[in-house]
């Protein structure tokens, strides 16, 4: 986990406020992805990026924009954060090694009240 | 569209016993499946992969079974201990195109008793 890391851990926010997540990584991988993991739903993706003038929207990109400012950073963001975006949010990156293994940060926790 | 389905019911077993998880898909054609670990509140670590072209996976006390024709996956933990308790995630790759895309399952959470 500490190669990924995410900023904040945990956040709270009401109803109709802009917030961003935010991915860093050391790993030196090309490829990053945002997901969104809720109880009984498994990982969904949210967004994901190739490069850092490649962006591609996932299967649950509606409400969320994102940001890759260099290879090591991606960032996400809720437009208008409403109370159903409440989950867990994980940022990872992977290599181009045809495996397409995934390695996760630790999260992280957000509510909207 | 494309569906995994891995147990939603968890799986309690004995320290010591086998523990089988199982992964099942439908309208989809895996180039490789692979299996995560995920602890509460951490995100998923990668365990093992298994190609399209591959039977049997092993890894110490896990074994990974892919069965194209079935569309099933099969994970085993031999001589479980509580430290595997956690709940074990299946995802899916499509390697043709290299896109490094994943669709994940659900996940089936392990209790492994003392």
């Known amino acids: 986990d500490a190669d990924v890391t995410q900023t904040p851990r945990n956040r709270i926010t009401k109803t109709g406020k802009r917030i961003m997540l935010e991915c860093s990584q050391t790993?030196?991988?090309?490829?990053m992805y945002w997901y969104r993991q809720d109880p009984g739903l498994g990982l969904r993706l949210i967004y994901y990026?190739?490069?850092?003038?490649?962006?591609n929207k996932g299967e649950i990109s509606d409400g969320y924009s994102v940001s890759r400012q260099a290879q090591a950073k991606f960032s996400l963001s809720l437009e208008s954060a409403i109370p159903n975006q409440t989950a867990l949010y994980f940022c990872?990156?992977?290599?181009?090694?045809?495996?397409?293994?995934?390695?996760f940060g630790p999260g992280t926790r957000l509510l909207v009240l | 569209s494309q569906k995994i389905e891995q147990n939603s019911e968890a799986l309690n077993i004995q320290e010591g016993k086998t523990a089988t998880l199982t992964c099942n898909y439908t309208?989809?054609?895996?180039?490789?499946l692979q299996w995560y670990r995920q602890d509460p509140g951490r995100g998923p670590v990668f365990l093992l992969l298994?190609?399209?072209?591959?039977k049997e996976k092993r890894k110490e006390r896990l074994k990974v079974t892919f069965d194209t024709t079935l569309k099933q996956s099969l994970f085993h933990i031999t001589a479980s201990q509580p430290a595997d308790s956690a709940t074990y995630l299946c995802?899916?790759?499509?390697?043709?195109?290299?896109?490094?895309?994943?669709?994940f399952g659900q996940g089936t959470t392990l209790q492994v008793k003392p």
């Open positions: 990872a990156t992977s290599d181009e090694d045809g495996t397409g293994t995934q390695y």
């Open positions: 790993k030196g991988h090309d490829r």
């Open positions: 990026s190739f490069d850092v003038k490649d962006i």
């Open positions: 309208n989809y054609s895996p180039a490789y």
């Open positions: 298994i190609r399209e072209n591959e």
């Open positions: 995802a899916l790759g499509h390697g043709s195109s290299n896109t490094g895309k994943l669709i």
